[in-house]
């Protein structure tokens, strides 16, 4: 399943890109949540992890009931074992910054590939959360 870390539909497989799509997101936002959870048990409830954390929570949930709608296999969740993080606030900040860019691609990449409105609808939704509140949150955290 190398599609869900390169985070690009794979035509070339034999999993539809619907399929692929929905799980390419949530396992992006799996590994969010898992990263901003281990920041948070390193540095402690530190401001905007706490909150994004939370928001990312969220987001997994807008997620899951598409893949029993459209009947797509949920991948599994293994990414907070992997997750390292730097004792540094700023430093995770930044990270932050680039995981939130890298979010917004991602989703404008996944888009070209459903037509489905409910899917593009939270998939527009939780590409503006990471455009207009996470990317922010985290830029101030950067700079201050």
């Known amino acids: 399943m190398s ?3 390169t985070k690009r539909i794979n035509l070339a497989l034999n999993i539809p890109p619907l399929h692929q799509a929905l799980q390419i997101a949530v396992y992006d936002e799996y590994r969010a949540r898992a990263f901003y959870q281990k920041v948070i048990d390193c540095l402690g409830a530190v401001t905007p992890f706490i909150n994004i954390v939370e928001a990312e929570k969220q987001h997994i949930a807008a997620l899951l009931p598409l893949f ?3 009947g797509v296999y949920v991948p599994v969740d293994d990414w907070y074992p992997q997750i390292d993080v730097i004792p540094s606030f ?3 900040c930044e990270l932050g910054v680039a995981a939130e860019i890298s979010n917004v691609q991602m989703y404008e ?4 590939y459903v037509s489905q409105p409910d899917i593009r609808q939270v998939f ?3 590409q503006a959360a990471s455009l207009n509140r996470h990317l922010p949150a985290f830029r101030s955290c950067v700079s201050n």
């Open 3 to 5: 599609y869900l870390l």
């Open 68 to 70: 029993s709608r459209y």
């Open 90 to 92: 700023k430093e995770n």
């Open 109 to 112: 990449h996944l888009l070209g």
């Open 124 to 126: 527009y939704n939780l």
